[in-house]
C-alpha cells in the first residue's frame, strides 16, 4: 500500500496538474513496483512560499539570487 506525499509550493497549480501528477506518480509506482492503483495513495501538499527555504534562504530570496546570478553570468 504504498503512500507518495508530493510537497508543492503554493503557486497556483491547477486542478489538472495536481490530477496529472497523481495519475502519473500511481502509474509510475505500478509499472516499476508492480503496486496495485486501487491501493495507491498519493497526497500533494501546497506550502506557501513564506514557509519554504532552500539552501538556507527563503524560496522568493534564492530564487532572486538566482536571478541576479544569471544577470551577471549571463
Known sequence: MPYVNIK??????????????IAGVT???Q???????ATT???IDEVA??????GGL?????????KAQSGTNG
Open 8 to 21: 508543492i509550493t503554493r503557486e497556483g497549480a491547477t486542478p489538472a496538474q495536481k490530477a496529472e501528477l
Open 27 to 29: 502509474d509510475l509506482l
Open 41 to 43: 495513495f498519493v497526497v
Open 49 to 54: 512560499l513564506e514557509d519554504w527555504g532552500i
Open 58 to 66: 527563503p524560496v522568493e530570496v534564492y530564487r532572486a539570487s538566482l
Open 31 to 37: 509499472r516499476v513496483l508492480n503496486k496495485s492503483p
